[in-house]
């Protein structure tokens, strides 16, 4: 049987323990999964003399086909029980609230299924449980997405901030780290933090953090400060501002490769 359990991206990143409920079947604590607590009221089944298959007689226009198939009255068991169990009635077990264990590997992603052996359903009078198959999902995150072991994250910088440079503090998985942005950053530029991202799941090392920058343009200015600029602009001549055609060619790459 499948569960689903969902997982912080943090949780996803460096593996946890946690514990899944689930209502499933399970072995009757009555009969102890016999099906009675009377073991002397099982019999051998009459209508199949304790073989659990039936002979039938077919009847075609060909002749007489003799055909054998499962024994519908004790479901191919070969026994039957005269004074069934009250609490399951006869079944050996029932749907109960179960919880399980489950080490979630770190570097995990959603969709992956984690395979539990014998933690799944009772089987039927005793017989062997089934695996239960843990299905992950991964919420989403306030600050960070995630493609494929790399971290993506969008810092915002003001027009003069990336003009002249700045400092920012930038949230990873392992904490806040001080990043600088140097004079003259572009928007999409991207930086990247080498091992900041998520653990390779069954392997050694982290992909990366990627720090995709976005530029705030300056809106509803008041007469002195659109002056201000206007005056900048007439000081700032077109070499300040570099190749455009280059500019945007770059920024397909960037758009192509990210
Ligand atoms: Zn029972
Ligand atoms: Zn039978």
């Not at 570097?107 to 539990?116: C, H, K, L, Y």
């Not at 009772?122 to 790399?150: I, K, N, P, Q, T």
């Amino acid at each position: 049987m499948a569960v689903e359990v969902e997982l912080t991206l943090e949780e996803a990143a460096f593996g946890v323990e946690k514990e899944i409920t689930f209502k499933a079947q399970g072995t009757c604590e009555t009969c102890e999964g016999v099906g009675t607590t009377d073991p002397a009221s099982i019999k051998s089944c009459p209508d199949c003399g304790g073989q659990g298959r039936v002979r039938t007689v077919r009847r075609t226009i060909l002749g007489q086909f003799m055909q054998t198939a499962p024994c519908v009255r004790c479901r191919a068991t070969g026994k039957v029980i005269e004074s069934p169990c009250e609490a399951c009635h006869g079944d050996g077990r029932v749907f109960m609230e179960r919880a399980v264990t489950v080490q979630i590997p770190a570097g995990i992603d959603a969709g992956q299924r984690i395979r539990v052996s014998g933690r799944g359903g009772a089987g039927e009078r005793s017989a062997r449980a089934g695996d239960l198959y843990v299905r992950v999902r991964v919420a989403e995150h306030d600050l960070f997405e995630r493609r494929g072991d790399d971290i993506l994250f969008g810092v915002d910088l003001t027009m003069v901030q990336a003009a002249v440079g700045t400092t920012m503090t930038i949230p990873t998985l392992d904490g806040d780290e001080e990043m600088e942005f140097p004079a003259g950053t572009q928007p999409g530029d991207v930086k990247v933090l080498r091992g900041k991202g998520i653990q390779h799941l069954n392997g050694h090392g982290r992909g990366d953090q990627e720090i995709h920058v976005r530029v705030l343009v300056p809106h509803g200015l008041d007469e002195q400060q659109r002056r201000l600029l206007q005056e900048f602009d007439e000081a700032c001549g077109a070499e300040h501002y570099g190749d455009r055609e280059e500019g945007v060619l770059q920024k397909l790459r960037n758009w192509l490769s990210g």
